[in-house]
Nanobody
Framework: QVQLVESGGGLVQAGGSVRLSCAAS????????MGWFRQAPGKEREFVAA????????YYADFVKGRCTISRDNAKNTVYLQMNSLKPEDTAVYYC?????????????????WGRGTQVTVSS
């Protein structure tokens, strides 16, 4: 059983940056694809970024391309999401997810484990 704990959210001004972290425990971290999703009030959970378990391949939603970087440190069992040039529409709860030997899918159903999320609020 993998446990995921997100951190790093908060209140940020438009144009600012935030770095989210997700610490994993309970599994062999390097064997998991890791993804970030977000969910705004009244909306469905949507894909933000992911990386594949066995390569450096990364994938991004169109709305964050050029503003966002996903990275991981297997020695620390942690995945990061750096987001720059934040916009008010980026306001959401951001969730970390893990998929065993996953390919970095953008689908919620592809991930077996989820964190509780961290709130990011971008003020205009």
């Amino acid at each position: 059983q993998v446990q995921l704990v997100e951190s790093g959210g908060g209140l940020v001004q438009a144009g600012g940056s935030v770095r989210l972290s997700c610490a994993a425990s309970g599994g062999t971290f390097s064997k998991y694809a890791m993804g970030w999703f977000r969910q705004a009030p009244g909306k469905e959970r949507e894909f933000v970024a992911a990386n594949r378990w066995n390569s450096g391949s990364t994938y991004y939603a169109d709305f964050v391309k050029g503003r966002c970087t996903i990275s991981r440190d297997n020695a620390k069992n942690t995945v990061y999401l750096q987001m720059n040039s934040l916009k008010p529409e980026d306001t959401a709860v951001y969730y970390c997810a893990a998929s065993y030997q996953g390919l970095g899918s953008r689908y919620v159903s592809s991930y077996e484990y989820w964190g509780r999320g961290t709130q990011v609020t971008v003020s205009s």
